[in-house]
């Protein structure tokens, strides 16, 4: 029996010989693809972390993009506010000068009856003698020149 259990064994030995070698070859090939696998996940995880960082600034971006079409719709309703403004501003003053004008017009048509109240009234004193005119028409001549100037004073304070 002992030849046969020494023949069992080196034969267990020469099988173990022979695996041993290729156990070591496995497992050497076994580390170096996890070796391998370590370094493109190591890749892979700085790859990852990079695209992190891109997605953080694009966020960044983005809310800085949103930040600016707010400021952009603000600055166009401040736009859009002021336009409408203007049209008022404008309304009013092409209102304003045409109150101007009209004023203008009743101050060149006081001016013309002045001076047409004027002509008759220095035509009526002409047409008068010295002689027979009387306190009281010249009193009431004068009365009616500073009532017309003063009219036009009036007037004229109004326009400006």
Known sequence: ?????D???SEVNEQNNFMIPSLKEMVEMLES???SKDEEIKL????LQKKDQEIASLKIK?????????QMDHNQNQIEQFQSQIAVLQQQLSELKNQIDDKNLEIEVLKHDHQEEL????????EIPDNNQTDGEI????????QLQQDKSELTIQYY
Request: glycine share 4%; net charge positive; no cysteine.
């Open 1 to 5: 029996m002992s030849t046969e259990l």
């Open 7 to 9: 023949g069992l064994k």
């Open 33 to 35: 693809d996890n070796q």
């Open 44 to 47: 892979i995880k700085a790859n």
């Open 62 to 70: 983005l809310v800085g993009m949103d930040s600016n079409n707010s």
């Open 119 to 126: 002509k008759n009234l220095i035509t009526q004193k002409q």
């Open 139 to 146: 009193e009431k001549l004068q009365n009616i020149i500073s």
